[in-house]
T-cell receptor, first 114, second 113 residues
Framework: NAGVTQTPKFQVLKTGQSMTLQCAQD?????MSWYRQDPGMGLRLIHY???????DQGEVPNGYNVSRSTTEDFPLRLLSAAPSQTSVYFC?????????????FGSGTQLSVL | AQKITQTQPGMFVQEKEAVTLDCTYD???????LFWYKQPSSGEMIFLIY??????QNATEGRYSLNFQKARKSANLVISASQLGDSAMYFC??????????FGTGTSLTVIP
C-alpha cells in the first residue's frame, strides 16, 4: 500500500518558471490538501479538496493553483515561481467521517526558487 | 488569532525522563479533533496521537498521552520514558468540522543521553 506519493522530492526553479507538484493517494480518501513548511512557521494550508471537482483555498493560496479531476490525484501548480515560494511542500489526505480522521502525509518536496 | 499555539520553540529532556510539550488551541467549533505529529530530521510527518473534542478520557498511545483540558483549550503531549529516537520536531494540529487542519509552529525536542 503506497499511501500518499509525492513527486518530485527535490526541485530547483528559476524565477518565473512554472511547474507542477504531483500528489497521488491510493486510499480512496475524499480529502486532500497541500501545505508549505517554512522555518518557524509550522505547516500552512495552501489549498484543499473535499472530493473530485471540489477545491478551496487555505491560508496561503496566492501563487498556487490546484485541480481535482479524480479522487486519487491532487496536483499543485506554480504558474510563475517566485523566491518567496522556496519551501518544503507536503501533500496530505484523509477520510472525513466520525473519529480519528488523521492526515496521511507524502514524503515532501523541497523546492528552491532562484 | 492563532488557531494553534506552541510556546516552546525548543525543549531538552534527559533520557528516560518524561516531558510535556504544550499546545493551546482556539476554536468556536463544538466538534473538532486534536492531533500530534512528529517530524524527525529525515522530514517525514509521523502521526502520534488523536483526541476528539467529545472524548471524555485523555488519549494514550504507548508512551504518548494527550493531556486534554477542554475548558482551558489545551492539548499537551506527554512523552514518558524519553528515548534518543524521540529527538525531533513535534507539531500540534487541530481539525475543525469544515475539515480544515491548522498546525502550530512546532517544538524541537532534544533528548540528552
Amino acid at each position: 500500500n503506497a499511501g500518499v506519493t509525492q513527486t518530485p522530492k527535490f526541485q530547483v526553479l528559476k524565477t518565473g518558471q512554472s511547474m507542477t507538484l504531483q500528489c497521488a493517494q491510493d486510499m480512496n480518501h475524499e480529502y486532500m490538501s497541500w501545505y508549505r513548511q517554512d522555518p518557524g512557521m509550522g505547516l500552512r494550508l495552501i489549498h484543499y479538496s473535499v472530493g473530485a471537482g471540489i477545491t478551496d483555498q487555505g491560508e496561503v493560496p496566492n501563487g498556487y493553483n490546484v485541480s481535482r479531476s479524480t479522487t486519487e490525484d491532487f496536483p499543485l501548480r506554480l504558474l510563475s515561481a517566485a523566491p518567496s515560494q522556496t519551501s518544503v511542500y507536503f501533500c496530505a489526505s484523509s477520510s472525513p467521517g466520525q473519529g480519528n480522521e488523521k492526515l496521511f502525509f507524502g514524503s515532501g518536496t523541497q523546492l528552491s526558487v532562484l | 488569532a492563532q488557531k494553534i499555539t506552541q510556546t516552546q520553540p525548543g525543549m531538552f529532556v534527559q533520557e528516560k525522563e518524561a516531558v510535556t510539550l504544550d499546545c493551546t488551541y482556539d476554536t468556536s467549533d463544538p466538534s473538532y479533533g486534536l492531533f500530534w505529529y512528529k517530524q524527525p530530521s529525515s522530514g517525514e510527518m509521523i502521526f502520534l496521537i488523536y483526541q476528539g473534542s467529545y472524548d471524555q478520557q485523555n488519549a494514550t498511545e504507548g508512551r504518548y498521552s494527550l493531556n486534554f483540558q477542554k475548558a482551558r483549550k489545551s492539548a499537551n503531549l506527554v512523552i514518558s520514558a524519553s528515548q534518543l529516537g524521540d529527538s525531533a520536531m513535534y507539531f500540534c494540529a487541530m481539525r475543525e468540522s469544515r475539515n480544515q487542519f491548522y498546525f502550530g509552529t512546532g517544538t524541537s525536542l532534544t533528548v540528552i543521553p
